[in-house]
């Protein structure tokens, strides 16, 4: 792999690490620092500065859809399911059973729920758009007050 690249995003919900290299992002994670770590630098690549200025859009309601490039690290399983979680429209949410029955393998609930708690690329793979059957908050790798937060956001900016 080519030399990664770190730039982290100062969120309303805390630090947010973007990690990259000059091509594609591979990861967009929160962490639990109370500062920003890693601030743009000369030689940060152009990928993760958009990815900066994208998040940046989202958090101010004016993003809905990223067009970043990024690449999935996981199996092939894990990617088909993260390719699914990315069709699931801005505001709206499904379950783990909602996107075993998109990817054809409606018993591969439980592998689906596994897979999107693997998700490393937060927000723009919206996993926190995941919510139980009878529409609960799930578990969420960020917090479960997070995945709250990003559902009100979403509502409140929803085009209608």
Same mark, same amino acid.
């Given at each position: 792999?080519?030399?990664?690249?770190?730039?982290?995003?100062?969120?309303?919900?805390?630090?947010?690490?973007? !990690?990259?290299?000059?091509?594609?992002?591979?990861?967009? $994670?929160?962490?639990?620092?109370?500062?920003?770590?890693? !601030? $743009?630098?000369?030689? @940060?690549?152009?990928?993760?500065?958009?990815?900066? @200025?994208?998040?940046?859009?989202?958090? +101010?309601?004016?993003?809905?859809?990223?067009?970043?490039?990024?690449?999935?690290?996981? @199996?092939?399983?894990?990617? @088909?399911?993260?390719?699914?979680? =990315?069709?699931?429209?801005?505001? +709206?949410?499904?379950?783990?059973?909602?996107?075993?029955?998109?990817?054809?393998?409606?018993?591969? &609930?439980?592998?689906?729920?596994?897979?999107?708690?693997?998700? +490393?690329?937060?927000?723009? &793979?919206?996993?926190?758009?995941?919510?139980?059957?009878?529409?609960?908050? =799930?578990?969420?790798?960020?917090?479960?007050?997070? /995945?709250?937060? $990003?559902? /009100?956001?979403?509502?409140?900016?929803?085009? +209608?």
């Amino acid at each position: 792999m080519n030399k990664l690249y770190k730039l982290d995003y100062s969120s309303p919900l805390g630090i947010i690490e973007i !990690a990259g290299t000059d091509e594609a992002i591979y990861s967009i $994670l929160f962490n639990e620092q109370d500062k920003v770590v890693h !601030a $743009l630098q000369e030689d @940060t690549p152009e990928v993760l500065k958009e990815c900066y @200025t994208q998040l940046d859009e989202y958090f +101010k309601g004016v993003r809905q859809e990223f067009n970043i490039p990024y690449i999935f690290e996981g @199996t092939d399983f894990q990617k @088909t399911v993260w390719n699914a979680l =990315t069709q699931i429209p801005f505001a +709206k949410t499904g379950s783990y059973k909602d996107i075993a029955v998109s990817i054809g393998n409606e018993k591969a &609930v439980r592998a689906v729920g596994s897979a999107n708690g693997k998700n +490393k690329l937060s927000i723009i &793979v919206p996993c926190h758009r995941i919510v139980g059957s009878n529409g609960t908050l =799930t578990g969420y790798a960020g917090g479960v007050w997070r /995945k709250e937060w $990003l559902l /009100k956001h979403e509502r409140e900016f929803e085009t +209608k």
